[in-house]
C-alpha cells in the first residue's frame, strides 16, 4: 500500500508499515490488507497477484477479476503488475457506521481453470471528523431558587471516528456560577451536566451565556464548540422531579413489538396547573431511537414499537424530558440507557446439599457446611459456569471437582453479633451476555456459652426512706446475657457479708428471678445511712459465668424523732428552767436559754424556737432567738413587770409533719441590789420555792462555826480584793465559781458565769454582765447609796444584824457553797 506523502522518506516509511501489517494466513485461502480511510487514487494496497501465488502473464489470459459485495469501483487490480490500488475515496464511518471493524471483501475470480479467492482489506480510521453537537446553540432555562449543587443536563457532542480518535473530553468557559459534572455511566455513555456553585439571581443576572468545547483524542487534536445560553427564571419555583437519574433497563433482541421498556417516576412539588407533567422526548433524541420506541406523555410509559437488532446497535441512550404545566414551564431531564442482549436461553442449574447445619459458633476454621452443583445446558462458553458468593459473609467456596463445591467456614463466628446467614451463591454462565441464577443457603450458628452476664452499670444507688415496711421493694438489678436459651438464663443472688454484727441477709434479700431486691426489715436512718452491697448474676450455661453490681442503698430520713430538750446542767438549759433576773438589765440582753437536740438530720433536725404568746394577750418583755434559743429582754424592766415571769417555750423542726416539744422557763425579777441567784432545776411544770427568812439564830451558829476558819477566810479576803475581772471559760466546759469585787460600798458578791456555748461552738460568749449573782436565800444586804450613806433596809434583819456580820456569813457560806 502506497501513501503520498510530502516527502520521499516518509512514504517509504508509510510503505513499509503498511507492507508489514499485510498478512497471509496460510491455510485459510484468505489475504489481508490494510488501507487508511480517505486514502487518495493509486494508494498502494497489495501485490495481490504475488500473493495469491499467480503469475503476472497468467492474469489477463486467466480472465483475472476482482469482484466486491460493498460498491466495486472502490479498489482496483492493475493487470499489469498485479498491485491492487485505491480507485476511489473510501470513507470509513460511510461504509461501517460506528462499528469497530470495517472491512471490504473482495472474491478475486481466475478461469482456465476456475479458481476463487477471498481478499479482506481493512479500514483504518483516521481522525478525520471533529466533535460536533447537533446544535450550535443549546438554550437552559433555570429558576432562581433552585439549590447549590442542583445538576442541569446537557447534550454532549458526537464523533464519527471511533477509539481513540473519537474520545471525547469537556471544558467549559470560566463561570461564577456553574462548572462542568461530567459522570461516566458505563463503557457506552458519559453524562453531561452542569452544576450550580453559586445562587442565582434573576434580578442580578438575567441571561448567562457559556462555552462548551469537546476535544478528541486523535493527533491532531479536533475540536468542536456549543454555546449554553442560560435563562434565569423567576416563577413556578419547582421543577418536575425524576425518582432516578439514569433508568438502566435490559431488553432481549427478541423483545416483541410492544413490549413496556419502563415507567418514568416524576413528581412536581406544585400544585394545580404547575403540577401537571408532561412526558416527551429530548429534543435531540436521533431519528433511529423516535423509529423503535414511543413514550406517553401522561404515564411516562416507554415501550418498544420497533424490533431491535443486537448485531446493528446494543446500546440506546434516550434522553426524556418532564415539563410542568406552568408559566413559564419548568422542566427536567432524566436519561433511560437500554441495553440490548444477545440470547443465550439457557441459564445455569444449583443444587445444595446441607451437612453440618446449625454450625457451632466455636467451630474451627475450614468446617464444611454444604455441598453445591452446578450446571448449565448450554455448551461451550455460554455452557462454562463460575460461581461466586455473597460479599462479606464468614464462608468461602472450594472447588473440589468440575462444577462441584464445598461451603466451607473461612473465618471465625460469634452468634451474638449475627445469628444467621443468608448466604446466597451466584452461578454465572460465560455467555454474551451471560445468564446467571442463585440459591440461598441458610446458615444458622448455634450458640456457646461465651459471655458473661453484664449490668448496665458497675453500680447503681438505691434511695429508701426509713420506717419501711418490712418486705418492700427497693430495686430491680437486671444484667443481660447475649447468649441463647439456657446460656441466657440468668439468677441472681446476694454476695453475702457483714454489715456490723448482723450478716447482710437480715437486712435484704433478692428474688433469683426477678432480681427484685426486697428490703426484710424497717430500716432507721439514724441507725444505719448507707447500706453497700453485691449482687451476682449466673447464667445456666456450662459451665456457668457470671458478674456482680455494686448497690448503694441510702437511707433516707423521716422526721420520726421530736426535738429532745437537754436538761438544764448539760450545756446550761433546757427541760424546765429557773432563773433569777435582775431588774437593771437593759434591752436585748440575754438572760437564759433553752437547748434542744432532733436525732433526725437535715431538714427534719433543723429547729426553731418560739414564745407561747402570755394568756390574756399581755405583751411579755421577753423574746426567744429564732434558731439560738436564747432568751433576751425586749425592753427594759420597771417596777411594773410581775417579779414572777414565766415562759413556755415552743421548739420545732422543720420536718413534714413538724415534731414540737416544749420547755418552761421561770424568771424571777429582783432588785439590782439583790445578788443573783444561780440556775436552780425543777421538773416540768414545778417552781423552786425560794426561803424568805431564816432566824436570826442561825446567823449566829454559822459565825462561831467560821472562827475556825479564820485564818483562811482572811487570806480568801486579801485574793478577793485584789481581783478586778473573773477569769474566761473553757471551750465546751461549765462556768468556773469567782469572787468578784462589788461596786456597791460593804457588799461582795459571789458570781458563777452562765455557760453559754455546746460543744458545737455555737454563738460568741455572752457579754460579762451575763452573771448570775449568788444569793443564800437570805434577806438583802443593806446597800449604802452614795448620795446620803444611809443603808437602805429592805427586810425586817436589816436593822438588827451588823454588816460586820453579815460580811462574815457571806464568806463562810462562799466556801461552803465550794465544799471548802
Not at 252 to 277: C, H, K, Q, R, Y
Not at 337 to 364: C, F, G, I, M, Q
Not at 527 to 533: A, G, K, P, R, T
Not at 773 to 799: C, D, K, Q, R, Y
Given at each position: 500500500?502506497?501513501?503520498?506523502?510530502?516527502?520521499?522518506?516518509?512514504?517509504?516509511?508509510?510503505?513499509?508499515?503498511?507492507?508489514?501489517?499485510?498478512?497471509?494466513?496460510?491455510?485459510?485461502?484468505?489475504?489481508?490488507?490494510?488501507?487508511?480511510?480517505?486514502?487518495?487514487?493509486?494508494?498502494?494496497?497489495?501485490?495481490?497477484?504475488?500473493?495469491?501465488?499467480?503469475?503476472?502473464?497468467?492474469?489477463?489470459?486467466?480472465?483475472?477479476?476482482?469482484?466486491?459485495?460493498?460498491?466495486?469501483?472502490?479498489?482496483?487490480?492493475?493487470?499489469?503488475?498485479?498491485?491492487?490500488?485505491?480507485?476511489?475515496?473510501?470513507?470509513?464511518?460511510?461504509?461501517?457506521?460506528?462499528?469497530?471493524?470495517?472491512?471490504?471483501?473482495?472474491?478475486?475470480?481466475?478461469?482456465?481453470?476456475?479458481?476463487?479467492?477471498?481478499?479482506?482489506?481493512?479500514?483504518?480510521?483516521?481522525?478525520?471528523?471533529?466533535?460536533?453537537?447537533?446544535?450550535?446553540?443549546?438554550?437552559?432555562?433555570?429558576?432562581?431558587?433552585?439549590?447549590?449543587?442542583?445538576?442541569?443536563?446537557?447534550?454532549?457532542?458526537?464523533?464519527?471516528?471511533?477509539?481513540?480518535?473519537?474520545?471525547?473530553?469537556?471544558?467549559?468557559?470560566?463561570?461564577?456560577?456553574?462548572?462542568?459534572?461530567?459522570?461516566?455511566?458505563?463503557?457506552?455513555?458519559?453524562?453531561?451536566?452542569?452544576?450550580?456553585?453559586?445562587?442565582?439571581?434573576?434580578?442580578?443576572?438575567?441571561?448567562?451565556?457559556?462555552?462548551?468545547?469537546?476535544?478528541?483524542?486523535?493527533?491532531?487534536?479536533?475540536?468542536?464548540?456549543?454555546?449554553?445560553?442560560?435563562?434565569?427564571?423567576?416563577?413556578?419555583?419547582?421543577?418536575?422531579?425524576?425518582?432516578?437519574?439514569?433508568?438502566?433497563?435490559?431488553?432481549?433482541?427478541?423483545?416483541?413489538?410492544?413490549?413496556?421498556?419502563?415507567?418514568?417516576?416524576?413528581?412536581?412539588?406544585?400544585?394545580?396547573?404547575?403540577?401537571?407533567?408532561?412526558?416527551?422526548?429530548?429534543?435531540?433524541?436521533?431519528?433511529?431511537?423516535?423509529?423503535?420506541?414511543?413514550?406517553?406523555?401522561?404515564?411516562?410509559?416507554?415501550?418498544?414499537?420497533?424490533?431491535?437488532?443486537?448485531?446493528?446497535?446494543?446500546?440506546?441512550?434516550?434522553?426524556?424530558?418532564?415539563?410542568?404545566?406552568?408559566?413559564?414551564?419548568?422542566?427536567?431531564?432524566?436519561?433511560?440507557?437500554?441495553?440490548?442482549?444477545?440470547?443465550?436461553?439457557?441459564?445455569?442449574?444449583?443444587?445444595?446439599?446441607?451437612?453440618?447445619?446449625?454450625?457451632?459458633?466455636?467451630?474451627?476454621?475450614?468446617?464444611?457446611?454444604?455441598?453445591?452443583?452446578?450446571?448449565?445446558?448450554?455448551?461451550?462458553?455460554?455452557?462454562?459456569?463460575?460461581?461466586?458468593?455473597?460479599?462479606?459473609?464468614?464462608?468461602?467456596?472450594?472447588?473440589?471437582?468440575?462444577?462441584?463445591?464445598?461451603?466451607?467456614?473461612?473465618?471465625?463466628?460469634?452468634?451474638?453479633?449475627?445469628?444467621?446467614?443468608?448466604?446466597?451463591?451466584?452461578?454465572?454462565?460465560?455467555?454474551?451476555?451471560?445468564?446467571?441464577?442463585?440459591?440461598?443457603?441458610?446458615?444458622?450458628?448455634?450458640?456457646?456459652?461465651d459471655n458473661a452476664p453484664t449490668f448496665a452499670q458497675p453500680e447503681y444507688t438505691v434511695?429508701?426512706?426509713?420506717?419501711?415496711?418490712?418486705?418492700?421493694?427497693?430495686?430491680?438489678?437486671?444484667?443481660?446475657?447475649?447468649?441463647?436459651?439456657?446460656?441466657?438464663?440468668?439468677?441472681?443472688?446476694?454476695?453475702?457479708?457483714?454489715?456490723?454484727?448482723?450478716?447482710?441477709?437480715?437486712?435484704?434479700?433478692?428474688?433469683?428471678?426477678?432480681?427484685?431486691?426486697?428490703?426484710?426489715?424497717?430500716?432507721?436512718?439514724?441507725?444505719?445511712?448507707?447500706?453497700?452491697?453485691?449482687?451476682?448474676?449466673?447464667?445456666?450455661?456450662?459451665?456457668?459465668?457470671?458478674?456482680?453490681?455494686?448497690?448503694?442503698?441510702?437511707?433516707?430520713?423521716?422526721?420520726?424523732?421530736?426535738?429532745?430538750?437537754?436538761?438544764?446542767?448539760?450545756?446550761?438549759?433546757?427541760?424546765?428552767?429557773?432563773?433569777?433576773?435582775?431588774?437593771?438589765?437593759?434591752?436585748?440582753?440575754?438572760?437564759?436559754?433553752?437547748?434542744?437536740?432532733?436525732?433526725?438530720?437535715?431538714?427534719?433536725?433543723?429547729?426553731?424556737?418560739?414564745?407561747?404568746?402570755?394568756?390574756?394577750?399581755?405583751?411579755?418583755?421577753?423574746?426567744?432567738?429564732?434558731?439560738?434559743?436564747?432568751?433576751?429582754?425586749?425592753?427594759?424592766?420597771?417596777?411594773?413587770?410581775?417579779?414572777?415571769?414565766?415562759?413556755?417555750?415552743l421548739v420545732k423542726d422543720h420536718g413534714e409533719p413538724a415534731l414540737v416539744a416544749t420547755?418552761?422557763?421561770?424568771?424571777?425579777?429582783?432588785?439590782?441590789?439583790?445578788?443573783?441567784?444561780?440556775?436552780?432545776?425543777?421538773?416540768?411544770?414545778?417552781?423552786?420555792?425560794?426561803?424568805?427568812?431564816?432566824?436570826?439564830?442561825?446567823?449566829?451558829?454559822?459565825?462561831?462555826?467560821?472562827?475556825?476558819?479564820?485564818?483562811?477566810?482572811?487570806?480568801?479576803?486579801?485574793?478577793?480584793?485584789?481581783?478586778?475581772?473573773?477569769?474566761?471559760?473553757?471551750?465546751?466546759?461549765?462556768?468556773?465559781?469567782?469572787?468578784?469585787?462589788?461596786?456597791?460600798?460593804?457588799?461582795?458578791?459571789?458570781?458563777?458565769?452562765?455557760?453559754?456555748?455546746?460543744?458545737?461552738?455555737?454563738?460568741?460568749?455572752?457579754?460579762?454582765?451575763?452573771?448570775?449573782?449568788?444569793?443564800?436565800?437570805?434577806?438583802?444586804?443593806?446597800?449604802?447609796?452614795?448620795?446620803?450613806?444611809?443603808?437602805?433596809?429592805?427586810?425586817?434583819?436589816?436593822?438588827?444584824?451588823?454588816?460586820?456580820?453579815?460580811?462574815?456569813?457571806?464568806?463562810?457560806?462562799?466556801?461552803?457553797?465550794?465544799?471548802?
Amino acid at each position: 500500500m502506497l501513501y503520498p506523502r510530502r516527502s520521499d522518506k516518509g512514504a517509504r516509511c508509510l510503505l513499509l508499515s503498511l507492507l508489514l501489517l499485510a498478512a497471509w494466513k496460510p491455510g485459510s485461502g484468505q489475504v489481508h490488507y490494510s488501507v487508511p480511510e480517505e486514502a487518495k487514487h493509486g494508494t498502494f494496497v497489495g501485490r495481490i497477484a504475488q500473493d495469491l501465488g499467480l503469475e503476472l502473464t497468467e492474469l489477463v489470459p486467466r480472465l483475472f477479476r476482482v469482484a466486491s459485495k460493498v460498491r466495486g469501483d472502490l479498489l482496483e487490480v492493475n493487470l499489469q503488475n498485479g498491485i491492487l490500488f485505491v480507485n476511489s475515496r473510501m470513507d470509513r464511518e460511510e461504509l461501517c457506521g460506528r462499528s469497530a471493524e470495517c472491512s471490504i471483501h473482495l472474491e478475486v475470480v481466475v478461469e482456465r481453470p476456475p479458481q476463487v479467492f477471498h481478499v479482506e482489506v481493512e479500514v483504518k480510521d483516521i481522525n478525520d471528523n471533529p466533535p460536533v453537537f447537533r446544535e450550535r446553540e443549546q438554550r437552559l432555562f433555570i429558576p432562581e431558587s433552585r439549590l447549590l449543587d442542583s445538576r442541569f443536563p446537557v447534550e454532549g457532542a458526537a464523533d464519527a471516528d471511533i477509539g481513540t480518535n473519537a474520545l471525547l473530553t469537556y471544558t467549559l468557559s470560566p463561570s461564577d456560577y456553574f462548572s462542568l459534572d461530567i459522570q461516566a455511566n458505563d463503557e457506552l455513555s458519559r453524562s453531561l451536566s452542569l452544576k450550580l456553585r453559586k445562587s442565582l439571581d434573576r434580578e442580578e443576572t438575567p441571561e448567562l451565556l457559556l462555552l462548551l468545547t469537546a476535544t478528541d483524542g486523535g493527533k491532531p487534536e479536533l475540536e468542536g464548540t456549543v454555546q449554553l445560553l442560560i435563562t434565569v427564571l423567576d416563577v413556578n419555583d419547582n421543577a418536575p422531579l425524576f425518582a432516578q437519574a439514569v433508568y438502566r433497563v435490559h431488553l432481549l433482541e427478541t423483545a416483541a413489538d410492544g413490549t413496556l421498556v419502563t415507567t418514568l417516576n416524576a413528581s412536581d412539588a406544585d400544585e394545580g396547573v404547575n403540577g401537571e407533567i408532561v412526558f416527551s422526548f429530548g429534543s435531540d433524541v436521533p431519528l433511529n431511537i423516535r423509529k423503535n420506541f414511543k413514550i406517553d406523555s401522561n404515564s411516562g410509559e416507554i415501550r418498544l414499537i420497533g424490533r431491535l437488532d443486537y448485531e446493528e446497535t446494543k446500546s440506546y441512550e434516550i434522553q426524556v424530558k418532564a415539563v410542568d404545566k406552568g408559566s413559564p414551564p419548568m422542566s427536567n431531564h432524566c436519561k433511560v440507557l437500554v441495553k440490548v442482549l444477545d440470547v443465550n436461553d439457557n441459564a445455569p442449574e444449583l443444587a445444595v446439599t446441607s451437612l453440618s447445619l446449625p454450625v457451632r459458633e466455636d467451630a474451627p476454621l475450614g468446617t464444611v457446611l454444604a455441598f453445591i452443583s452446578v450446571s448449565d445446558r448450554d455448551s461451550s462458553v455460554n455452557g462454562q459456569v463460575t460461581c461466586t458468593l455473597t460479599p462479606d459473609v464468614p464462608f468461602k467456596l472450594v472447588s473440589t471437582f468440575k462444577n462441584y463445591y464445598s461451603l466451607v467456614l473461612d473465618s471465625a463466628l460469634d452468634r451474638e453479633s449475627v445469628a444467621d446467614y443468608a448466604v446466597v451463591v451466584t452461578a454465572r454462565d460465560g455467555g454474551s451476555p451471560s445468564l446467571s441464577a442463585t440459591t440461598s443457603v441458610s446458615v444458622e450458628v448455634a450458640d456457646v456459652n461465651d459471655n458473661a452476664p453484664t449490668f448496665a452499670q458497675p453500680e447503681y444507688t438505691v434511695f429508701v426512706k426509713e420506717n419501711n415496711p418490712p418486705g418492700c421493694h427497693i430495686f430491680t438489678v437486671s444484667a443481660r446475657d447475649l447468649d441463647a436459651q439456657e446460656n441466657a438464663l440468668v439468677s441472681y443472688s446476694l454476695v453475702e457479708r457483714r454489715v456490723g454484727e448482723r450478716a447482710l441477709s437480715s437486712y435484704v434479700s433478692v428474688h433469683a428471678e426477678s432480681g427484685k431486691v426486697f428490703a426484710l426489715q424497717p430500716l432507721d436512718h439514724e441507725e444505719l445511712e448507707l447500706l453497700q452491697f453485691q449482687v451476682s448474676a449466673r447464667d445456666a450455661g456450662v459451665p456457668p459465668l457470671g458478674s456482680n453490681v455494686t448497690l448503694q442503698v441510702f437511707v433516707l430520713d423521716e422526721n420520726d424523732n421530736a426535738p429532745a430538750l437537754l436538761p438544764p446542767g448539760v450545756g446550761g438549759g433546757g427541760g424546765a428552767v429557773s432563773q433569777l433576773v435582775s431588774r437593771s438589765v437593759g434591752a436585748g440582753q440575754v438572760v437564759a436559754k433553752v437547748r434542744a437536740v432532733d436525732a433526725d438530720s437535715g431538714y427534719n433536725a433543723w429547729l426553731s424556737y418560739e414564745l407561747q404568746p402570755a394568756a390574756g394577750g399581755a405583751r411579755s418583755p421577753f423574746r426567744v432567738g429564732l434558731y439560738t434559743g436564747e432568751i433576751s429582754t425586749t425592753r427594759t424592766l420597771d417596777e411594773m413587770d410581775d417579779p414572777r415571769q414565766r415562759l413556755l417555750v415552743l421548739v420545732k423542726d422543720h420536718g413534714e409533719p413538724a415534731l414540737v416539744a416544749t420547755s418552761t422557763v421561770l424568771l424571777s425579777l429582783v432588785e439590782s441590789n439583790q445578788a443573783p441567784k444561780t440556775s436552780l432545776r425543777a421538773s416540768a411544770g414545778t417552781v423552786i420555792a425560794e426561803t424568805a427568812l431564816v432566824d436570826v439564830n442561825v446567823y449566829l451558829i454559822v459565825a462561831i462555826c467560821a472562827v475556825s476558819s479564820l485564818l483562811v477566810l482572811t487570806l480568801l479576803l486579801y485574793t478577793a480584793l485584789r481581783c478586778s475581772a473573773p477569769p474566761t471559760e473553757g471551750a465546751c466546759g461549765p462556768g468556773k465559781p469567782v469572787l468578784v469585787c462589788s461596786s456597791a460600798v460593804g457588799s461582795w458578791s459571789y458570781s458563777q458565769e452562765r455557760r453559754q456555748r455546746v460543744c458545737s461552738g455555737e454563738g460568741p460568749p455572752p457579754p460579762k454582765t451575763d452573771l448570775m449573782a449568788f444569793s443564800p436565800s437570805l434577806p438583802p444586804v443593806p446597800n449604802m447609796s452614795e448620795g446620803n450613806g444611809h443603808p437602805e433596809t429592805n427586810s425586817e434583819l436589816s436593822g438588827n444584824v451588823s454588816p460586820t456580820f453579815k460580811f462574815w456569813l457571806y464568806l463562810f457560806l462562799f466556801f461552803l457553797q465550794n465544799k471548802i
